[in-house]
């Protein structure tokens, strides 16, 4: 199958990283926005509303019943606004002496920025309806196509509003070559985790669609699919009936500024993508829907774990999180409390409102744990079983020094408190889904780590996102993870100052 072999090819090891001549090439960096010439811009406000949400509610939450009495069935430009802001826009700026590093709301491999947001959406309280892009820059949108046209993101039922995510692949391959594939779903699902939680803040249901026609998607935005292709959509709002798409849709030629002074072409993510390719409202039809969840089998001795509960939680709200959020550098040896840690899983894994998995219960990733410094839990590898909200130890003792080899022999995940790895069993997943569930499986492990990112934030843990030895980490975690594939990595712990 197109994803094993795909998976298989952009696997790291020890010789992968050492053998590759690649370098950086920084006067042909790319440009990390998207910039058409001839639209105008439509600014957004700024002056954004605050809802006042605790940030784990709003991370936890799988529909907004019940999260926020807000904007409720129906966004208006404000809400739609706060949605795309605390999703992808910048949040922090810092010159240095060579320029300016614009930072956004939601981590990304690399600061690349690679993922694009569009809204499609019928006629909102002060916007008309129409397609339009999403520019951080200037926190504005362009209106591509004028009218009604959600009938066209089929068979994707419509809301008053759709964001469509979009992956540009040199952005990203620029630094990561053919491993951006990967990546897409890495960094589509922390923006996401993102926007489903700044949804949820604002009582506005919000639903991620991983099934839809892409080429449909794909010519309704204009896109140069060489370049740049639809991953995901998520609506924003009540299920409402669409009028139909109005008339034949006219071919966009748009001119946009090119990326960078020349793009290099990684044909293998390329044809990984052309693999998952659904063309037809029956093939999505037969996509969607749960894979069978298989328990466990009995383990080894179990930790349950001690989450915080509604009325012990951090108050900070999930835009003050949001804002304060970034990717640690560095971390202290010093540990991180069994509460904390038991709630940025417990938080973050209480489900996902997507149509490739059930709400809540099991997902296509499965979580694997080294703790170095955890108050409570021993030093150890384990197994978290989900529906148990319980640890499985698999192995004790220090592994500090093994976690920083699999993180791509980086200090990070061996400092931290503890390396939060997730795995899949790829051969099950595209059993089910084919080789679109790559891009579900991926797109998953961005989401549990986005919101694993937040959890950790909320309670001022540190947090950031890294690469590994793939084959090694399966060996370390075997036999419990034989057969089993390396999908993402997130480290936990307690940030630490640089001393230069």
């Known amino acids: 199958m197109t994803a094993k ?8 090891s020890p010789v992968s990283v050492r053998r590759d001549a690649h370098f950086l090439d920084w006067a042909n960096r790319p440009r990390p926005f998207k910039i058409y010439t001839d639209l105008e811009p439509i ?22 019943t019940g999260v926020a009495a807000g904007v409720g069935a129906r966004p208006d430009l404000r809400a739609l606004a706060h949605a795309l802001y605390f999703a992808a826009g910048i949040t922090k700026r810092r010159t240095y002496p060579g320029g300016e590093l614009l930072f956004r709301a939601a981590s990304c491999t690399g600061a690349l920025y690679e993922i694009e947001l569009y809204v499609v959406c019928g006629d909102l309280a002060d916007l008309a309806a129409g397609v339009y892009h999403f520019n951080p820059g200037d926190m504005a949108l362009r209106r591509l196509r004028a009218g009604d046209w959600r009938a066209a993101v089929e068979p994707v039922p419509a809301a008053p509003a759709m964001v469509i995510s979009t992956g540009t692949y040199w952005r990203n391959a620029w630094k990561y070559q053919a491993r951006t594939y990967r990546h897409f779903g890495w960094d589509n699902g922390t923006l996401l985790a993102n926007l489903l939680a700044a949804a949820a803040a604002q009582g506005l249901p919000a639903r991620l669609w ?86 466990p089998a009995p383990g080894g001795d179990v930790v349950p774990l001690a989450p915080l509960g509604d009325d012990a939680m951090p108050r900070d709200t999930i835009e003050e999180v949001i804002l304060r959020r970034g990717s640690t ?70 592994f500090r020094r093994p976690a920083a080899y699999l993180g791509l022999e980086q200090d990070l ?63 370390f975690f075997s036999p419990h993870a034989a057969g089993k594939s390396a999908i993402f990595l997130i480290a936990v712990g307690h940030a630490a100052r640089r001393t230069t």
């Open 210 to 295: 991983c099934g839809f026609r892409d080429s449909a998607a794909n010519a309704l935005l204009g896109l140069d699919t060489a370049r740049e292709v639809a991953l995901s959509v998520v609506t924003l709002g009540k299920e409402e009936s669409a009028p139909p798409a109005p008339g034949v849709m006219p071919e966009l030629h748009l001119e946009t500024v090119p990326s960078s002074r020349e793009e290099v072409d990684y044909p293998l993510m390329r044809e990984m993508h052309a693999s998952t390719l659904l063309e037809t409202s029956e093939e999505v039809a037969a996509w969607r829907g749960e894979m069978r969840a298989i328990a």
């Open 43 to 64: 600014p957004l406000p700024r002056d954004l509303p605050q809802s006042g949400v605790a940030a784990l509610s709003a991370v936890s939450a799988i529909d907004a």
């Open 5 to 12: 072999r795909y998976h298989d090819a952009t696997k790291h």
């Open 413 to 475: 995940p061996g400092d931290a408190a503890a390396a939060i790895f997730f795995l899949a069993d790829l051969e099950r997943v595209l059993a089910r889904f084919g080789n679109r569930g790559y891009r579900a499986v991926q797109l998953e492990a961005g989401l549990l780590g986005g919101k694993m990112y937040l959890a950790s934030y909320a309670q001022r843990v540190g947090t950031t996102g890294l690469t590994f030895y793939d084959d090694d980490v399966t060996a």
């Open 329 to 398: 550098r560095r971390f202290r040896h010093d540990p991180i409390t069994l509460v904390e840690f038991s709630t940025i899983l417990d938080r973050a894994t209480r489900g996902i409102p997507a149509d490739f998995r059930p709400e809540a219960g099991e997902g296509l990733n499965e979580i694997y744990v080294i703790v170095n410094a955890v108050e409570g839990l021993r030093p150890g590898a384990y197994y978290y079983r989900a529906a148990e909200r319980a640890l499985e130890v698999l192995k004790l003792g220090d």
